[in-house]
């Protein structure tokens, strides 16, 4: 039990060069679903010990921090580190089936290899007490995606890894500048060092420099409008899997990062009252809504839809952190839970489509809700949750972030968030629409429903979405925990 920190981190690190002793692709399969489950169980296990003991410190290598590299975890990053391992597990169950027709046989190993060291990444970003070390965990993650992305059949999926390939380069540079400048001005990378020493030199010019390429860096990686042209492509051409698994945890462990570093490493007082950083996140979280949901609505691929909905729901996070309370930023931490089950059941759902017709073009849907019942059942709760409606996850969220403007007395910015999930409706009609209220192609009369192997996972976060809707226990307060701790509220 001691060893948890570290073990949830090692365990798909060592298994990932393991897959490629397996050949046979059901044999490694297996093997990385066991992997992945294993790694969830250890999350679970770290959030009970967080939230009976407190926070966990662990040492690597003899070193005590802030000399050596120390494995911290709290509330926060327990919380976020099972999501990203639960999502991936129950992800991966489709995996098998989905990639039949996307992906030759002899390549499925190498994708089972990335898909562990990807998560490694995630995990250890997650996980890790060094500044130094998010930038090393971030480049295995960001390098496993981009080598993910560009196993699509399309050949449209290799531009995609390219433009994502630059784009990341690009905010792990900065990243990597603004921990380098950090260190330059402390003599450590310990990040509750760092929070310790920053507030001393918190006013020269070179922490200011340092704090605007972190956020400018993070910012990129969690596609916050305008820096989110790389997430629209490389979702809609990486196989399915590979979308479903990144929309449900990659943008979650940016939006971690980000909170992070405001939150910890530099301070609440620096990031919302020395610099307004609480204006510029507001600002391009609500833009970031509006405008990706309005494109949203224009696309003809519905994967694009989607992708444009997942920077519109990452815009809510962005708005909740903006407020600069506990309630803000519970709420933020509320939807990163909520949306990565919604996103997680709508790709997978979108993965079965993609096993039957080949293609998602929304003009191929017609019929389909005939054709498809349990798909196209799933698509609908997903959306209905990603519109906010009660009874799913996405209300819940939504309902603690309105809550969260109205005490703030942002009541201008309570409707804007009312309005923006209203624009939700109109994209997730245009599906609903063309595949219930239309008859089936010619070419697609035959289509039958998605095979079990994709529907199974699928309805798991299906359900998920309404349980965790109803019975808000864990998700709520696990959040709220999280939040207080960053403000020094005692529980």
């Known amino acids: 039990m001691a060893h948890l920190p570290i073990l949830q981190v090692i365990l798909p690190l060592l298994a990932a060069p393991l897959c490629l002793f397996l050949k046979r692709p059901k044999l490694v399969w297996l093997f990385a679903c066991v992997v992945t489950a294993l790694t969830f169980t250890i999350s679970v296990l770290l959030v009970q010990q967080v939230t009976s003991t407190g ?51 002899n390549r499925q190993t190498y994708f089972y290899a990335l898909y562990l060291l990807s998560l490694t990444g995630m995990l250890g970003i997650l996980a890790t007490g ?10 295995i993650s960001s390098l496993s995606a981009y080598a993910l992305i560009a196993m699509g059949k399309d050949r449209r999926a290799l531009w995609a890894s390219y433009q994502y390939l630059i784009m990341g380069t690009i905010g792990a540079t900065f990243i990597l500048i603004g921990i380098g400048l950090m260190y330059q ?11 310790e020493r920053l507030p001393e030199v918190a006013q020269t010019r070179t922490v200011f420099v340092s704090f605007a390429f972190v956020v400018v860096g993070v910012c990129l990686k969690l596609a ?15 196989p399915s899997i590979v979308t479903a698994m990144l ?18 490493v530099f301070g609440l007082s620096f990031s919302f009252t020395t610099l307004p950083l609480n204006i510029l996140f507001l600002v391009l979280g609500l833009l970031g809504v509006f405008v ?43 939807h990163i839970f909520n949306h990565a089950l919604m996103k997680g059941a709508l790709f997978l759902a979108l993965a079965g489509v993609m096993y039957r017709l080949g293609n998602v073009q929304l003009k191929s849907f017609q019929g389909l809700g005939r054709q498809m019942p349990l798909t196209m059942a799933a698509i609908v709760v997903g959306g209905l949750s990603l519109i906010g409606v009660p009874l799913t996850v996405g209300f819940i969220s939504k309902w603690y972030l309105v809550v969260a403007m109205i005490e703030n007395g942002w009541w201008p910015v309570a409707i804007l968030i009312l309005f923006g999930s209203l624009l939700a409706i109109i994209y997730l009609w245009r599906v609903v629409e063309v595949a219930y209220f239309r008859a089936p192609n010619k070419d697609n009369e035959s289509v039958k429903e998605a095979p079990l192997g994709i529907l199974i996972p699928t309805w798991i ?9 109803v019975d808000t226990r864990i998700n709520v307060q696990i959040a709220q925990m999280a939040a207080e701790n960053l403000f020094g509220v005692a529980p």
Do not use: C
Not at 66 to 75: F, K, L, N, Q, S
Not at 130 to 138: E, G, K, Q
Not at 247 to 264: G, H, P, Q, W
């Open 247 to 264: 929309a449900a945890t990659s943008t979650k462990v940016a939006i971690y990062l980000l909170i992070r570093f405001t939150f910890t």
């Open 461 to 469: 976060l299906v359900l998920a979405n309404v349980y965790f809707g």
């Open 185 to 195: 001005m402390t003599g450590t990378l310990n990040m509750q060092d760092l929070a």
């Open 292 to 334: 990706a949901s309005t494109s949203a609505i224009y696309q003809q691929n519905v994967k694009h839809i989607f992708a444009y909905s997942s920077i519109a729901q990452v815009g809510y996070m962005i708005v909740g952190i903006s407020v600069g309370t506990a309630a803000g930023l519970s709420a933020s931490l509320m």
């Open 55 to 105: 926070v966990i410190s662990y040492e690597l290598g003899g070193w005590a921090p802030p000399w050596g590299i120390e494995y911290r975890i709290d509330a926060l990053n327990a919380f976020v580190i099972m999501v990203v391992s639960g999502l991936s597990a129950v992800v991966l169950l489709a995996a098998r089936t989905s990639l039949e027709n996307e992906l030759s046989s």
């Open 130 to 139: 060094d500044a130094f070390n998010v930038f090393v965990f971030l480049e």
């Open 224 to 238: 916050l409008f305008p820096l989110h042209l790389w997430l629209p492509n490389a979702y809609a051409y990486a």
